[in-house]
């Protein structure tokens, strides 16, 4: 029985304005109702250009559960290809990333394809003439995707030949990913390595909300943080001795509740939004030697200041990526079933500052996002116990009150109290709003 | 120990793996030199233990910390607790040098652990290097590979 397909009604009664009902998370048609309308409708992350550096590098990734290829063509730009055959179906490349030379060549009959996508030659030919081949799907290729746009080496793809403007759709949450891309005295990143890759038996959209939930750090990590604090005052250590890079990492997710309050967080139109207004859990790192002078020299210093003044906590891009622009991470949380998400946690290099960043950046990627980390251990458990909770008949709604004022206007920027959860309210708002935009109906 | 025997160097990494099986967490903290690294790369074959990410790169303040995490009241994926099991193939010697008392060697093995009705199977290289420290093996380093390190994985709460 369907009971959502299509159903703009349906799918709007799912959303109240402090409270979500509990299918958006655990029904399988709600979810596919998502890859079909949310992931085609909105600007979704593939990957970054330094993943893909010289013609015919590519990287196979997904856009919701949609199998694509990110490729750079030979004219240099990148394209994003849907990863089937217009022949039979295959996938055209499965290894997670490789060079294909001037073209794709089909594994199963050898059609082959230009790295925009374009047919370039079938074998045996002839046993398509007067068959109207010329006048099929199969003629034109590999299909783009609707549409692509590379902002600052971040490339995002729409699904949809049709919908919002790239602009439109980010506006001025752009800063953030400016901030991370300026960090580097050249202005420029680089992938580091390949990226953690941890499996969540929960929905995606639990990972997306935790990226603002500021009440839970002190609680679900007191075991890794505050055991690390109580550790490093029991050690024996002579005085004044500089705490270590994995302490200065892992201690403010002990941070007091007032911390998190006073740090602010700011939402934008159309789902974005971020913690650490004024300051995060960033703030406190130390200097690394030689930075400040090497940003200086490239922006000057009034400029470097602002730069590395910004302290943003985690920014997230709506529907599916984290970014933190301090140390240069981006989480990409890839749907797979209503209840099966697959975090991939990214790092990039500033190129042209010290190598001393990237270490933290590892070190904070594997304390904090690995399948390994104390610290992602307990968001997993939180995350599972409630994918498993939300089907007790105890109650069908989920609650998103915490500082909730009557007529908020998610079409205004606004800064408010780091512990509000409007941030997640913006991002149903969003919800309902790219679910329904392709369903017909009166909005 | 005069000089560790064959048999003395197979034993020690039977017996650390046992110690983690048994949940000797203290012993086994025991068995490290205080400037000594635990490390699970990311991907097969990396080199580089600090400018690409890796599952675990742990000094012996890290240890301690996750030992101490699993002890703790609050620790909520570790309600319950997660077992582990070892299954190792007979180490091999790769490396000797009495001289300067450092030996390295070469364990295939078999992970499981488990907790609650999920249990995972992990096949995986272990490479320690010891050294030979007032009469006693110590780690100085373990590097564990993961036969399918860049795979997805849930949980995977314990050492290997
Ligand atoms: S399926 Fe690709 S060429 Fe036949
Ligand atoms: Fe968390």
Redesign the interface.
Known sequence: MSRYASDRRAIEALVRPTEVHRDIYIDEEVFELEMKHLFANTWVFVGHESQTPGKGDYITTEIGTQPVIMVRHTDGEIRVLHNRCPHKGTKIAID?AGNTGKFFRCPYHAWSFKTDGCLLAIPLRKGYKDTGLEESESVKGMAPVGAVKNYRGFVFARLNAEGPDFEDFFGQSLSSIDNMVDRSPEGRLEV??????????CNWKMLVENQTDTCHPMV?H???A???I???EQ?EKPEGTKK?M??EVIAPFMSPYEFFENMGIRTWPNGHGHTGVHHSIHSDYSAIPGYFEQMVAAYGEERARAILGENRHNTVYFPNIMIKGPIQQLRLFKPVAANRT?VE?Y?Y?LVGAP?ML??RT??Y???IN???S?V???D???YERAQEGLHSDGLEWVNVQRLYAPDENFDEIAVENGTTERQMRNQFHAWTKYMTMTMGGDA | MAFPTRDDLIDFVYEEARMLDDGRFDEWLDLWTPDSFYW?P??YN?Q?D????????E?A??R???I??FK?E?????KPKTRCHHVLQRPFIDHRDDEKGEYTTHTSFHYVETRLDDQILLAATARHELKLIDGRLKITHKRVDLLNS????????MFL
Request: charged share 25%; proline share 5%.
């Open positions: 997670r580091a390595g390949p990226p953690l890759r941890y499996m969540h038996r679900a007191e075991s890794s505050g055991t690390a109580e550790l490093w050690m270590p994995a302490m697959l946690s790092i290099r190598d990237l270490e590892a070190m990627n594997r304390l690995a399948p390994t104390m992602g251990h307990d997993l458990e939180m | 699970m990311l991907d990396q580089d600090r400018h690409v990410t890796s599952l675990l790169h000094d303040f890290m301690k910390l996750r101490e995490r703790g609050r620790t909520f994926s570790q860049d795979a997805a994985f849930g949980n995977i709460q």
